[in-house]
């Protein structure tokens, strides 16, 4: 199984399964002498970690992460930093439950990876998914940590915005009110709503989907290229290899069809900086693949989990007709856990883009330019 890479000068490689031993990442790329630690690795692995809440699964993990290799103790300073080697990151699974799966591994799951796997494979972990697991994500998380640490004064937040028919009022938008529920909901009304309207889904057996939003501030103008390295691309990439995403937006994104083009343009002006100003961001931050300088929004919409308690139909690898329960510890709404990873996946594509254009214009070129170069 190949495609377990993504990146070009920031370069990122999962390893491992739901049910192994262990995962993990390898980490290729990032520059020396950054100061980095396990406890700031962990700190980013404990937002998405499992069994934190009822609304999530009751999987055990603690997701505890080991390094390997690429950091060195500078004994100056006794402060670790990376050595410009490739870093391995190290998470090992500690609760699975494989027995969950026996009466169900000859059935494929109604919106589970197992039938495609199979036909393209000959073979498929049913012990959880194998790969297609969402516990593999556990590992972009781990790696989107050191990406936070690559390029300067940029922030990556997330949160989540929408549960079934129900999005938050962006009237009542506090950031700081996203690490105070277990939805990473910016919108504490909602955040209510979605506890009592949660509850409800998981006690029938069944799941739903969400729509992430992710922001990050501080980008700096001039990341991406045309034409097929656009950062926007790139994003939507990322993103749409998150488990379980379906859908990408940039800015307003599908909204846009709605707009004309005198209301959709982010018109500029001069700021008191001697800088451009925009006056909207409908654009997301981004204009023909390169970064403005504004924040750089993206949405995700994920799925329903596809393993639920409720009877489906569905046939065997045998080619026979079948009904299937999925038993076992499951997110009735899988997108919660999908904002730190959205985090991370957008982190990740930023440090690459970052890299990857200081090895090309260096830190310029920078506004204004001179005549002569116009």
Request: neutral net charge; aromatic residues 8%.
């Amino acid at each position: 199984m190949s495609f377990n890479t993504f990146g070009h000068l920031f370069r990122v490689t999962s390893f491992g399964e739901s049910h192994g031993p262990a995962l993990g990442c390898v980490v290729d790329g990032c520059p020396p002498r950054i100061p980095l630690t396990a406890a700031e690795i962990q700190n980013d692995l404990d937002k998405r970690r499992p069994g934190q809440s009822r609304y999530t699964t009751q999987r055990q993990e603690p997701d505890a992460v080991r390094i390997l290799s690429g950091v060195f103790t500078d004994e100056a300073t006794g402060q670790d930093m990376t050595t410009g080697t490739p870093i391995a990151l190290l998470i090992e699974n500690v609760d699975q439950r494989s027995k969950d799966y026996s009466d169900i591994k000859d059935k494929y799951r109604p919106g589970h990876a197992g039938y495609t796997y199979d036909v393209k494979y000959g073979f498929y972990d049913y012990r959880g998914g194998g790969r297609a697991s969402a516990r593999e994500t556990a590992a972009r998380v781990a790696a989107g940590a050191i990406a936070r640490k690559i390029v300067p004064g940029v922030t990556v937040r997330g949160a989540l915005v929408r549960m079934g028919p129900h999005a938050v009022d962006r009237s009542r938008w506090d950031w700081d009110e996203v690490s105070r529920n277990p939805f990473f909901c910016p919108d504490a009304k909602m955040a209510e709503i979605w506890a009592d309207y949660l509850d409800g889904v998981r006690k029938a057996g069944s799941s739903i989907g969400a729509v992430v939003e992710i922001v990050a501030d501080g980008v700096p103008p001039g990341l991406g290229a045309p034409v097929y390295g656009k950062l926007d691309a790139e994003l939507a990439a990322g993103l749409m290899s998150i488990n379980a995403v379906k859908g990408v937006e940039i800015g307003d994104g599908f909204a846009a069809a709605d707009l004309s083009g005198a209301d959709n343009a982010d018109e500029m002006r001069m700021g008191n900086d001697g800088k451009p100003l925009f006056l909207s961001n409908h654009a997301g931050g981004i204009l023909g693949g390169i970064s403005t300088g504004q924040p750089v929004v993206a949405r995700f919409a994920v799925k329903p989990t596809s393993s639920i308690l409720q009877p489906r139909k569905t046939v065997d690898r045998y080619g026979r007709d079948a009904e299937i329960v999925t038993k076992g510890r499951h997110d009735p709404c899988v997108g919660i856990r999908g904002v730190p990873v959205g985090e991370a996946m957008v982190a990740c594509v930023i440090a690459d883009h970052y890299l990857r254009h200081r090895g090309q214009v260096g830190e310029g070129p920078s506004w204004p330019f001179p005549m002569t170069d116009r």
